[in-house]
């Protein structure tokens, strides 16, 4: 890998990068399919990402003609990574196994590792001879939205093709990894004054958040809206509430400590609600919910902003989707896309029907989709929300402290980037949004 790093860091040609020699193989983070059983009857808090995630030296697939072959500078965690190391809710194995059916270039994905991570910064090294749009040596970030553009089904919206996937989840060769092969409709131009663990963490996490707020497809936020955000310092949290305030709306934050309440105030949400000292109980045994504690979470809102919410941002999903449901205002929206507490529901209809709400599904992004968020940090208008970085090969301790919410916005992973701070190309602009403002989250987190 040497002779890439080198490359990279001299500035080398496009020509250059198309010279230069692939290696047969390349480290990346693995779960194993003989080891899918081996959480069986362990509790799913118990279970431990660092015993399921290895850093095995895999064989680089031969690329398809619209396919990119990426040097992956850095990654990032996400909740997926979490799913796929304790196997739950199912071992994504079954997915490699499904696409091994579709024909050859199908057939490669279909191995005894799974090769997972779906975000990724790096350099273009080869392109298929069907990629038009992009070259070796363009700086790139890579969308988890992986689909196969000669469907008919891909187009309008191709979150609705038949065989819509994510990247380093529902298919191999994912991007935490020194290596990824990734479709070339999945690339996106790096953020220029962003390093390449900053520019690594935004496209899985923000790009869902603008469609569950933004886009056309899902919430459509308008000015002036009231926005309940559970998670409001995590993953989709952070960003969530940026559209929020760049929206002209009002985020209501929750979060679950003192110190994240601090953060969200640096963040310019004035309205947070720390979840631990409220100590709701919405659930009052494992099968009942309690009314009057819904009505407690819609009074501390009304207390802080003095009227209900317009739109919940709602991914916990069990715990928490029968208070969303009521504290949303007449005619308001829950928008999800997550159900990380549970993921079978419980609320009273009668409070959807009866005062016009509606439950708006949402699952990651289109390209367009995708591109407009990326757009937003290349332009300084959303700041990456980089808490921690790890290097590769600590991403098992990385995804444990996801998985037991030990963290705040997005934890970064160092691929071949040999250390933090590097990749900035426009110091300038950088300046000029203010050093502050892009790693808000990490001096917070350090
Ligand atoms: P994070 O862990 O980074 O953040 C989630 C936050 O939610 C936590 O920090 C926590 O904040 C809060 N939370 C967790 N459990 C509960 C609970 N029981 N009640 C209330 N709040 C809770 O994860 P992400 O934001 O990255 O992802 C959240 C979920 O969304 C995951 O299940 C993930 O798989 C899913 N997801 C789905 C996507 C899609 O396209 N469909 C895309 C991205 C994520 P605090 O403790 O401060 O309250």
Known sequence: MQPILDAISAGASSDEFAHLPLPDTYRAIVVRKDEQAMFEGVPSVDKDPRQALHLDEIALPELAPDEAVIAVMASSINFNTVWSSIFEPVSTFGFLTRMGREGYWGQRHDQDFHSVGSDASGVVLRVGSAVRKWKPGDKVVVHCNYVDDQDHSSHNDSMLADNQRIWGFETNYGGLADLSVVKANQLMPKPAHLTWEESAVNALCNSTSYRMLVSKNA???????????????????????????????????????????????????????????????????????????????????????????????????????????????????????????????????????????????????????????????????????????????????????????????????????????????????????GEDRITAFRRHGA
């Open 219 to 433: 919430a459509q936020m308008q000015q002036g809206d009231a926005v309940l955000v559970w998670g409001a310092t995590g993953g989709l949290g952070g960003y969530a509430v940026q559209y929020v305030l760049n929206g002209g709306g009002t985020p209501v934050g929750v979060v679950s400590s003192p110190d994240k309440v601090e953060l969200l105030k640096q963040l310019g949400c004035e309205a947070a609600i720390d979840r631990q000292a409220a100590a709701y109980r919405f659930w009052s045994d494992e099968h009942t919910q309690d009314e009057s504690e819904w009505r407690r979470l819609g009074k501390d809102i009304r207390g802080l902003i003095g009227r209900d919410v317009d739109i919940v941002f709602e991914h916990p999903g069990r715990q928490t989707f029968g208070a969303s449901v009521y504290v949303a205002a007449r005619g308001g929206k829950i928008v999800t896309c997550a159900a990380t507490s549970g993921f079978m529901l419980e609320f009273d209809n009668r409070h959807l029907w009866m005062k016009l709400k509606s439950i708006i599904s949402s699952h990651f992004a289109n390209y367009a989709e995708a591109w407009a968020a990326n757009d937003l940090i290349c332009q300084g208008r959303i700041q990456p929300i980089l808490s921690a970085v790890f290097p590769l090969e600590e991403t098992g301790e990385a995804a444990f402290q996801v998985h037991r919410n030990l963290h705040e916005g997005k934890i970064g992973v160092l691929c071949l980037a040999p250390e933090e701070g590097l990749g900035i190309d426009d110091p300038d602009f950088r300046a000029e949004i």
